[in-house]
């Protein structure tokens, strides 16, 4: 079992910067790929960036060059760095841990922190 817990959400004028934490209940070593995701006021939920125990890293194109995703460690987070923010990046941001078991992949989520951009 794996808990997530994100924090840093909140209100930013456009054109202004977040950083979003998610903290595990487990050594993230341990876990194949971390991730951020969003869902917006009547979306579905998307990938934003995700990063795997390798350190290779992916990105949504609305993310590319603005988002940077990195993974601690040493304090069992990952974190997003949110540049340049828009009012289309509002909506609640979720974190995501893909665990790799012998019985299979299982998916965990913490419970999501808003992100609204507006002036």
């Known amino acids: 079992q794996v808990q997530l817990v994100e924090s840093g959400g909140g209100l930013v004028q456009p054109g202004g910067s977040l950083r979003l934490s998610c903290a595990s209940s487990v050594d993230i070593k341990s876990i194949y790929q971390l991730g951020w995701y969003r869902q917006g006021p009547g979306n579905v939920r998307r990938p934003v960036a995700t990063i795997r125990n390798t350190g290779g890293t992916d990105y949504a194109k609305s993310a590319e060059g603005r988002f940077t995703i990195t993974r601690d460690n040493a304090k069992n987070t990952v974190n997003l760095q949110m540049n340049s923010l828009k009012p289309e990046d509002t909506a609640v941001y979720f974190c995501?841990?893909?665990?790799?078991?012998?019985?299979?992949?299982?998916?965990?989520w913490g419970q999501g922190t808003w992100v609204t951009v507006s002036s």
């Open positions: 995501n841990a893909e665990v790799n078991y012998t019985s299979g992949i299982k998916n965990y």
